[in-house]
Nanobody, 124 residues
Framework: QVQLAESGGGSVQAGGSLRLSCSKS???????MGWFRQTPGKEREEVAS????????YYADSVKGRFTISQDNAKTTLYLEMTSLKPEDTAMYYC??????????????????WGQGTQVNVSS
């Protein structure tokens, strides 16, 4: 199996920055890892994802140019660097992993392992 644990959430003012981390353990090969976020009354949104094979990345249009996804060389830690934060970025952020296929997962159902989440609050 794969175990995930997020950290780094907190409260910041608009325009500020945060760096989220996700530690990964387990023996199964992870093809893709990603960050998702969710607020009450809204559908879960994919923020960014990264390939464990070649480092290919995906970003939602709403965060392009502001957020950066990366992983360490051992692929045991996933990061999300968030800059120029906006109040609408306020959400619970989740780390997720897919072991199903090398093809980029197109929705959250293809990420079968999830962390517990870390809260990000951005004030005006």
């Amino acid at each position: 199996q794969v175990q995930l644990a997020e950290s780094g959430g907190g409260s910041v003012q608009a325009g500020g920055s945060l760096r989220l981390s996700c530690s990964k353990s387990g023996w199964r090969y992870v093809y893709w890892m990603g960050w998702f976020r969710q607020t009450p009354g809204k559908e879960r949104e994919e923020v960014a994802s990264i390939s464990g094979e070649d480092g290919t990345t995906y970003y939602a249009d709403s965060v392009k140019g502001r957020f950066t996804i990366s992983q360490d060389n051992a692929k045991t830690t996933l990061y999300l660097e968030m800059t120029s934060l906006k109040p609408e970025d306020t959400a619970m952020y989740y780390c997720a992993a897919s072991t199903m296929t090398w093809r980029r997962p197109t929705d959250s159902t293809n990420f079968e392992y999830w962390g517990q989440g870390t809260q990000v609050n951005v004030s005006s």
